[in-house]
């Protein structure tokens, strides 16, 4: 069906309706659904940046409701395995003098950034290449 086709026939019967449909053929794009590797990249990082905030967040929802007997929690144990890497790379890159306690906090607004950085590179990959992308 094509764009034209519903204001041709919008007035038209249902039964008229279908014939048109019909001799008009399937719909046809001329856009492939992620041709681009550069917006398949940008995704693929922008997915990976929201799990690593999300499971901070969570990691940080359990040690709050937990209190002093999270180091007995299974879930966040699980939680710090997955969380252990994002705090090695921020303690590389911040100062000494932030304490360890804050690292996770630091954490989190570092993904926020990367994170709005990757929605701009994702913007500006579909309006360079002329793609169709959804927001965000």
């Not at 492939?32 to 550069?38: D, G, Q, Y």
């Not at 630091?106 to 169709?132: D, E, R, T």
Request: glycine residues 8%; proline residues 4%; aromatic residues 12%.
């Amino acid at each position: 069906m094509k764009a034209g086709d519903i204001l041709r026939i919008g007035h038209r019967s249902r039964k008229h309706y279908r014939r048109e449909v019909i001799k008009s053929g399937p719909v046809q794009s001329n856009q492939k659904i992620m041709s681009s590797p550069e917006l398949f990249i940008v995704s693929v990082l922008k997915a990976l940046v929201e799990v690593a905030a999300l499971a901070l967040l969570a990691q940080g929802l359990i040690g709050f409701l937990s209190g002093k007997a999270k180091d007995n929690n299974f879930v966040y144990r699980l939680f710090q395995v997955i969380t252990g890497p994002i705090y090695k790379a921020v303690r590389k890159i911040t100062p000494k003098f932030i304490a360890e306690q804050h690292i996770g906090l630091v954490s989190f607004f570092v993904l926020f950034w990367i994170w709005i950085v990757l929605i701009y590179a994702k913007g500006y990959v579909c309006h360079a290449q002329n793609l169709a992308c959804f927001p965000g």
